[in-house]
Nanobody
Framework: QVQLVESGGGLVQAGGSLRLSCAAS????????MGWYRQALGKQRELVAT???????NYADAVKGRFTISRGNAKNTVYLQMNGLKPEDTAVYYC?????????WGQGTQVTVSS
């Protein structure tokens, strides 16, 4: 069983930056990929970015060029550097881990971007 704990959300003005962190514990050697998803009020949860165990990344078109996903040296931590934030980036951001197609989720962290 993998547990995920996110941190780093908050309130920022448009154009600002935030860095989200997610620490995984329990069964981390079996994690194939980790990623970030977000869910805005009244909308479905959507992919933001993912990174595999060998470093391959994937980004949603809406965040390409502004957000960067990376993994820590211990491979059980994933980061999301968010630059050039826009009001439409406001959402609860969830960390995700893919363990042989079993998906685990963190509790979420709120990101609010004011205009």
């Amino acid at each position: 069983q993998v547990q995920l704990v996110e941190s780093g959300g908050g309130l920022v003005q448009a154009g600002g930056s935030l860095r989200l962190s997610c620490a995984a514990s329990g069964g981390t050697s079996s994690i194939y990929a980790m990623g970030w998803y977000r869910q805005a009020l009244g909308k479905q949860r959507e992919l933001v970015a993912t990174i595999t165990s060998n470093g391959r990344t994937n980004y949603a078109d809406a965040v390409k060029g502004r957000f960067t996903i990376s993994r820590g040296n211990a491979k059980n931590t994933v980061y999301l550097q968010m630059n050039g934030l826009k009001p439409e980036d406001t959402a609860v951001y969830y960390c995700n881990a893919d363990v042989s197609l079993r998906y685990f989720w963190g509790q979420g962290t709120q990101v609010t971007v004011s205009s």
